[in-house]
């Protein structure tokens, strides 16, 4: 198997792959070929850079890029986990949720709306610049979070959630198609982990703002505070990031030409276009009948329950162990911190031992840490606060995975529309896993919640063995190409906008 990360070039320099000059054209047909043909064929200069231009340009887009993303999640993940924080303050009791499965299913159904929301969204972003609908989305689900400190009883907020995820879904499958359409696929895995380990970070830091809202009040019914502070940077962030949010390369206005031609050329290697804003039905079928899409899905179905109690039920579960209030909400930070920066350290792997072929072995690595920590509170006794804080702090090791499963997938689908699909299926299987997490944890398990860390243990070792038969599979298609005696190559990887199947110099990594 060839090296599917090897650069183009030649005596320092980068060449276009296809060994010939693309010469200017007054017409490109973007509806079979990528958009990124216009760049390549308008463009009349050197059609060589140094490696020194391109680092320079990755610095540049990374600076650009990174933050907004960073940023935007963070906000996203903040919203999202507001609940179980909220429920320190009255929510649960001011909401009639206290009673039966109202709770577990007011966190749940937050991922049905994902669930909805998901393909309506990415179709939008596909026929329309992404930077505006992701600015208008940001906006309007900030206004759907404020409007919380209008829900009176329980059926008010089911109602707040579902929606809320109905507007926050897009989010992540637009990312991971921003990356995908800057950022080559030896680069892709950690820039992934580096906007999704803020849902870690961000929760070193909510605890603290959430405290201080809290107190208003005595901290008696101070929870629409919180959601009033939330909703309304929401908002705002939502209006900066219509001019905030760099749009992909073709059509960058912090390029200038030079440096747009590095952009989309550097990319032929991903052997996946760059952008086609013409939705084919024939690849979305072709998605549908792929037994990789599949499997990624199920595994991030599997793997995602365990992700069930963190935001949700982490707070509960320190509190149980005896802590007051604010060091409930103090003890969420070591987890936040361990959550990002076992994200960021897996995905950094991914982007340091690509050409090892580890990404399937590095996300068990990390859902097996998640085991760990589900037996650690199994088991335990309750009174060995020590032991038990250690394995809630361990716990969220189930983000990394997702973070590496997300650069895995995003690197092996090819043709726009059929990674868009798939970017979105595999965030429904998110949602999927997400909405079953909380349904687990039931009311009269609590504090310990028993059943539900035991179903978490057997679909997190299910979700292990389906990662490895992916790596399986890919290996084997890559084996079956090479021995056709057909080489990795980056011929087509603008022309006819192929997918990963039907382009034989396509190669997948493991």
């Not at 109202?102 to 929301?117: N, P, V």
């Not at 393909?119 to 610049?129: H, N, S, T």
């Not at 035991?454 to 079956?480: D, G, H, P, Q, W």
């Not at 039907?502 to 997948?508: D, G, I, S, T, W």
């Amino acid at each position: 198997m060839s090296d599917i990360e090897k650069e183009a070039v030649s005596r320092g320099a980068h060449v276009e792959e296809t060994g010939a000059a693309v010469q200017p054209s007054k017409t490109v047909d973007t509806v079979h070929n990528d958009e990124a043909m216009r760049v390549l064929a308008t463009y009349d200069g050197d059609l060589t850079w140094t490696d020194e231009e391109e680092k320079k340009l990755r610095r540049k887009t990374d600076w650009k890029l990174m933050p907004i993303l960073c940023a935007t999640y963070s906000l996203q993940y903040y919203d999202k986990a507001m609940l179980g924080q909220a429920a320190l303050f009255g929510l649960r009791t001011d909401l009639e949720l206290t009673v039966g499965d109202r709770y577990s299913f007011s966190s749940a159904i937050f991922y049905l709306g994902f669930i909805i929301g998901a393909y309506p969204v990415m179709i939008l972003a596909q026929r329309f610049p992404v930077e505006r609908v992701a600015s208008v989305t940001v906006v309007i689900w900030g206004l759907c979070l404020l409007l919380t400190t209008q829900c009176h009883n329980f059926q008010g907020l089911y109602a707040q959630r579902f929606f809320l995820g109905l507007l926050e879904s897009g989010i992540s499958p637009m990312f991971m198609i921003v990356v995908s359409s800057w950022y080559k696929k030896n680069e892709q895995a950690l820039r992934m982990g580096m906007w999704y380990c803020c849902t870690g970070y961000v929760s070193c830091v909510s605890p603290l703002i959430n405290w201080g809202l809290g107190q208003i009040h005595g901290g008696v019914s101070s929870w629409p505070y919180m959601y009033y502070f939330a909703g309304g940077l929401t908002m705002l962030w939502g209006v900066v990031l219509w001019w905030a949010l760099p749009a992909e390369p073709i059509r960058a206005k912090a390029l200038n030409e030079r440096e747009r031609y590095i952009a989309v050329a550097r990319l032929r290697t991903n052997n996946a276009g760059v952008r086609n804003t013409h939705f084919k039905v024939s690849q979305v079928w072709e998605l549908l009948l792929d037994i990789k899409f599949w499997l990624c899905f199920f595994v991030a179905m599997l793997s995602m329950i365990a992700n069930g109690p963190i935001s949700t039920f982490i707070p509960i579960i320190i509190n149980g162990f005896g802590f007051s209030t604010f060091n409930s909400l103090l003890l969420l930070m070591p987890c936040g911190f361990w959550s990002g920066s076992c994200t960021l350290t897996m995905t950094y792997l991914c982007y340091k031992f690509t050409h090892r072929g580890i990404r399937a072995y590095l996300f068990i690595i990390a859902q097996m840490i998640a085991v760990v920590a589900c037996i650690l509170l199994v088991t335990v006794p309750s009174t060995n606060k020590g032991v038990g804080l250690f394995a809630v702090f361990i716990l969220p090791s189930v983000g990394a995975s997702y973070g590496v499963l997300m650069g895995v997938q995003v690197a092996n689908t090819a043709g726009y529309t059929k990674k868009s699909v798939a970017s979105a299926g595999l965030f429904i299987g998110y949602c999927f896993g997400n909405f079953i997490g909380p349904l687990v944890y039931r009311p009269q398990d609590s504090p310990r919640y028993v059943v539900g860390f035991s179903v978490v243990i057997v679909t997190s070792f299910i979700s292990c063995v389906l990662m490895y038969v992916y790596r399986v599979v890919c290996a084997r298609e890559n084996k079956k190409r090479d021995t056709a005696g057909i080489l990795e190559g980056f011929d087509n990887a603008y022309d006819d906008d192929l997918t990963d199947k039907k382009n034989p110099q396509f190669r997948y990594i493991l």
